[in-house]
């Protein structure tokens, strides 16, 4: 099946830029011919990794007896911090707080302490239970508050927030409510688990394929370990079976394991964890607990915020920084405070350290800005959709456009989106449906929210907001086409593909779309912060452009045009009154020696950080999205439903719109189940119960709404030059799960006659709903 789009010349190529193209692998993946880092052929004498991990959350290391590992069938060595010839850290910051395998004290329970290297997995596997390690035990905290309490550092340096002035805001106004919510962490729960292979070569050379968001990242951990330059080492990624940020840094120790035990033993060398292990020694999402402290006016209208946002960021910095940073970013959402301070505590745990996840730290902040809005239409007894009408951002006419650190929203179209969607889902006349039903049900509560989405798209770090990308047109005419993105399923490949495809109008499968290699394109950013394809779109884009210049060049001094009497269109180049074919011209270039291969480039405009002063424009735009729930509670088990979602979502001028929905469906229901059934749980030794997919709760098909209407907002267009006009949809629609959140929440207070905001923590599991429910009754 092809989809054609049509160009301005009224002819049409297969797979341009502005229509539906499915995923170029998208038969692959389910017929299961798509390859991963798994299915890699493994040469004659491969060897296999496991981690032998600590039992204790925190402790002194004082001795490790490993003869029983050596000593078991099939077990070739056993590599510990001794063994690693270079640095022992792999902190993606830098900040020399995560080490390999640590020397001196363990300081979480499953911390990867040392590794088997065996001739098969299962003979690793055993082994590495085989470990005697004498420990002194010592005091941990395992949450943001315990570790609050017992006097732990940061993990990196806080940030504040602060415009006008919160404190007088605060005091001086009508209202004033002050509260506390917790936010649980999440789980990646990707398809593929973490995996890395290292293949030595001569001299110092080593080549890894693995399953990583950061290719670029994990060469320079791997030459940082080492110890020798990262020209050294090739990463490579052909595609993962999802990431969702969990295979942005948390790669690193399994390539670093697989790299330092293959130059020791000089043959190949494979690890793949269990996926218990995986998850108790990989990082998730931060748990937050955040303090707010918000006044308003008898309208509703917010005059002050304070917030203090602590996280349970683990035991090494990690990403926490970033993240915990954009937290503070995100919690005014959608939402105008005119005084505000807004601080992080990034603390310090005994748990693994946490990491990158889709949102990166946004939807926390956006979810204490809707509980804030909750508060305030309970308080005033208004339906909280009137109050976040009343909240939303302005323009420059009205001075309600500066977020709290100081930039600008130029691209506002809340109340436009807002009001289309709650007109088409007919909100108005479902809430008073509900409240009469609600009035008359004893035991089935219903609820409905509708929530808004603002959400900035770059990196908050400036320097990761660039991309390359390399293609190359054989004298047949095929276009290769390589770039510094990642694959997991998200569709970046094809809609790059296209981009170039558009650029020299020819038929999508004319392009060979390759693996990402550190071998082609150097020092690449994460495919993280929703910038894929904003970024190496526009890398290829440019790389194309170098390439249609020199071609045009070259036509227009061979048949002895004007340069604008050049035009490609539909697999042929019209030169003057001749029309030579796309592969013909290539042909001819080669034969007159034009170098038919280009280097693109990106680098993101405008955008500017100082965080010392918290101030500065870390955005170059911002997507927008609506989102409208209905659930139904029973009141007797906390037990819910999700009846019907409406989302109006804007991608901009969407360079793939099936592609574009299909990342809007998925984010939704991903951000649901964060709210709502993903819930993390350590016990009081510190060890992660939650390991697996029989303790560990995502949601099914059958969660899904009854009802699920989603579109995008064909009229939008990004006012800045992005890629053809597009905005980001990787992670901005992730948090139109809040409003089964917020649903939720009306539904219990029901049982209250609304008078109280219920002090619902997420995620909102069937026992926490009824134990909010409890708590309302006893206060009624």
């Not at 399953?211 to 320079?220: G, K, R, V, Y």
């Amino acid at each position: 099946m092809k989809h054609d789009v049509i160009t301005e010349a009224g002819t049409s190529i297969s797979g341009g830029v502005h229509a539906d193209r499915r995923h170029d692998s998208a038969e692959k993946h389910v017929t299961g011919r798509a390859e991963y880092c798994d299915d890699i052929a493994e040469p004659q004498g491969t060897l296999h990794a496991y981690l032998g991990v600590s039992t204790v959350a925190h402790g002194l290391i004082k001795g490790m007896d490993l003869s029983a590992v050596l000593a078991a069938p099939g077990v070739i060595g056993v590599l510990t911090a001794e063994d690693v010839p270079g640095c022992n850290d792999i902190s993606p910051t830098g900040q020399n707080d995560e080490p390999v395998f640590p020397t001196e004290k363990t300081e979480y329970h499953g911390q990867p302490l040392f590794a088997v290297i065996a001739e098969t997995r299962n003979a690793a596997r055993r082994a590495a239970e085989l470990a005697r390690i004498d420990y002194e035990v010592l005091p941990h905290a395992l949450d943001p508050l315990s570790a609050q309490e017992a006097g732990y550092p940061h993990v990196t340096a806080p940030l504040k927030l602060e415009r006008g002035d919160a404190q007088t805001a605060l005091s001086s106004a009508a209202h004033r409510i002050k509260g506390q919510i917790s936010i649980g962490g999440q789980d990646h729960m990707y398809l593929e688990g973490q995996i890395a292979f290292a293949l030595p070569g001569e001299d110092d050379d080593v080549t890894v394929h693995c399953s990583t968001q950061h290719p670029s990242e994990a060469q320079h951990m791997v030459a940082h370990v080492l110890g020798v330059p990262s020209n050294a080492v090739t990463v490579n990624v052909r595609r993962m079976g999802g990431g969702f940020g969990g295979k942005e840094s948390q790669m690193n120790l399994f390539c670093a394991v697989a790299a330092i035990a293959a130059k020791k033993w000089n043959r190949p060398v494979k690890i793949r964890p269990d996926r218990d292990q995986d998850m108790t020694a990989t990082g998730k999402r931060h748990d937050f607990v955040v303090d707010y402290d918000v006044s308003f006016d008898e309208e509703g209208r917010i005059q002050g915020v304070d917030g203090t946002f602590a996280a349970r960021c683990g035991y090494s910095s990690d990403l926490s920084g970033p993240v915990t940073d954009r937290a503070l970013f995100h919690a005014d959402n959608a939402y105008y405070y005119p005084h505000v301070r807004l601080r992080s505590r990034p603390m310090k745990t005994n748990t693994v350290s946490n990491t990158a996840f889709r949102g990166f730290g946004g939807p926390q902040g956006v979810v204490a800005a809707e509980r804030m809005i909750e508060e305030i239409a309970y308080a005033l007894g208004k339906d909280p959709l009137e109050i976040r009408k009343a909240n939303f951002y302005g323009d420059a006419t009205d001075g309600r456009n500066l977020t709290p650190y100081h930039q600008e929203v130029e691209d506002n179209i809340l109340a436009r989106l807002i009001g289309e969607l709650e007109a088409s889902c007919g909100y108005q006349a479902r809430r008073e449906a509900i409240l009469e039903h609600n009035a008359r049900s004893s035991i089935i509560r219903k609820g409905i929210a509708l929530t808004p989405v603002k959400f900035g798209i770059s990196f908050t770090a400036t320097w990761y907001n660039q991309a390359g990308a390399l293609i190359h047109i054989y004298n047949d005419g095929s276009i290769h086409l390589n770039h510094g993105g990642t694959e997991m399923g998200q569709g970046l490949n094809t809609k790059v593909a296209q981009v170039v495809a558009d650029a020299f109008q020819v038929d999508f499968e004319r392009i060979k779309i390759t693996k990402t290699t550190t071998e082609k394109v150097p020092n690449t950013s994460a495919t993280a912060a929703s910038s894929g394809s904003d970024l190496n779109g526009m890398a290829a884009l440019d790389a194309a452009e170098q390439l249609k210049e020199r071609l045009i060049a070259f036509a227009a001094e061979k048949w002895s045009v004007a340069l604008e009497e050049i035009v490609f269109h539909n697999n042929v180049v019209r030169i003057g009154e001749a029309t030579v074919s796309f592969s013909d011209l290539v042909r001819e270039a080669y034969m007159a020696r034009i170098h038919l291969s280009a280097a693109g480039f990106y680098k993101t405009p405008k955008i500017h950080w100082d965080r010392a002063a918290g101030k500065g424009r870390p955005f170059y735009y911002f997507a927008y999205g609506a989102s409208c729930s209905e659930v139904s509670v029973d009141t007797l088990t906390g037990e819910y439903r999700i009846d019907r979602t409406d989302i109006l979502h804007d991608v901009g001028k969407s360079l793939n719109p099936i592609l574009d929905k299909g990342q809007v469906e998925g984010a939704f229901v991903q951000g649901m189940g964060w709210l709502t059934t993903e819930e993390l749980w350590w016990d009081q030794a510190g060890r992660l119960r939650t390991h697996a997919p029989s303790t560990y709760k995502i949601p099914l098909a059958s969660d899904r709404p009854r009802i699920f209407n989603v579109q995008l907002a064909e009229w939008s267009e990004n006012r800045e030059r992005t890629i053809k006009r597009s905005k980001a949809v990787g992670e901005p629609p992730f948090m139109l799960g809040v409003s089964v959140f917020e649903a939720l929440s009306m539904a219990v207070a029901s049982v209250a006659d609304y008078r109280e905001c219920p002090r619902l923590d997420a995620p909102a599991t069937p026992e926490r709903v009824l134990m909010a429910i409890e708590r309302l009754k006893e206060g009624a």
